[in-house]
């Protein structure tokens, strides 16, 4: 199917949400500095993709509220394989306590999204992730024990093939008068370190680098174990405020 005579307008091949290795959230359809050129579409977890030297963002994932009145993050959120509704990735709902269980089509739990309590958010970022059978995945912040960076190399004996030096160079939190967004490396936590350690992390798994131009864009690692659904969860509810607002 085309949409119009221009081949620029042609749709772009399905990507399954597994080979998805960098995403955004949002309508946004082109990422270009003219507002008027960018275009809005559903809201989804979006791909980047290149055509006649522009930036597409091309809907992999589509996010649709359990509740329509209510916000992503007070009354969950379904993920699906095709803006139609009919293909049910997975569901994301909160269960009354710091917890997001996030369940596949099939009512098979995934993992949980959690909260960090209160207590321990000077040194963690405010949303972390759980996959059975796996360390927790948690993100330090930048200034907790010499940063990010710092924080990873502690996991002794673990290989971050250079995904965090490589996207952390976009700048880091500390850095003032710049602008941008500010880094974030969600990592697994070593595990003989607990739970509730600080300053011992191993495997970088998700990262959100710094950028200048102001687009959010989420890196999860090409045939990780880290569940994708997860990311996507962790992801959809960060930005949850921006569609929230972008609903009404």
């Known amino acids: 199917m085309v949409f119009g005579r221009n081949t620029r307008d042609e749709p772009f091949e399905t990507v399954h949400w597994d080979e998805i290795t960098q995403f955004t959230v949002g309508r946004t359809m082109r990422n270009t500095f003219r507002k008027s050129k960018r275009g809005e579409g559903a809201h989804a977890v979006r791909s980047m993709r290149m055509r006649g030297g522009e930036e597409y963002m091309v809907p992999g994932v589509h996010i649709v509220p359990v509740e329509p009145s209510a916000s ?89 093939d250079g995904i965090v030096d490589s996207l952390l160079s976009f700048g880091s939190d500390e850095a003032g008068g710049s602008g941008g967004l500010k880094p974030v490396v969600w990592a697994a936590v070593v595990e003989d370190a607990g739970e509730e350690a600080d300053g011992e992390y191993g495997e970088a798994v998700l990262t959100f680098p710094r950028r200048t131009d102001g687009t959010r864009w989420y890196f999860v690692k090409r045939d990780g174990w880290l569940d994708k659904r997860l990311a996507f969860a962790l992801a959809v509810l960060r930005e949850s405020d921006t569609i929230g607002a972008d609903r009404h």
Do not use: N
Not at 104 to 132: F, N, S, Y
Not at 135 to 148: D, F, H, I, T
């Open 72 to 160: 992503l993050a007070k009354g969950g959120f379904r993920l699906f394989e095709d803006e139609a509704g009919r293909q049910l990735l997975c569901t994301v709902l909160p269960d009354g306590s710091d917890r997001y269980r996030v369940k596949d089509h099939a009512g098979r739990e995934i993992g949980c999204i959690r909260r960090t309590p209160v207590t321990k958010r000077l040194t963690r970022q405010g949303l972390w992730m759980e996959q059975p059978g796996y360390p927790s995945v948690v993100a330090p912040r930048a200034w907790a024990r010499g940063g990010p960076g710092a924080s990873l190399g502690r996991g002794v004996g673990h290989v971050l």
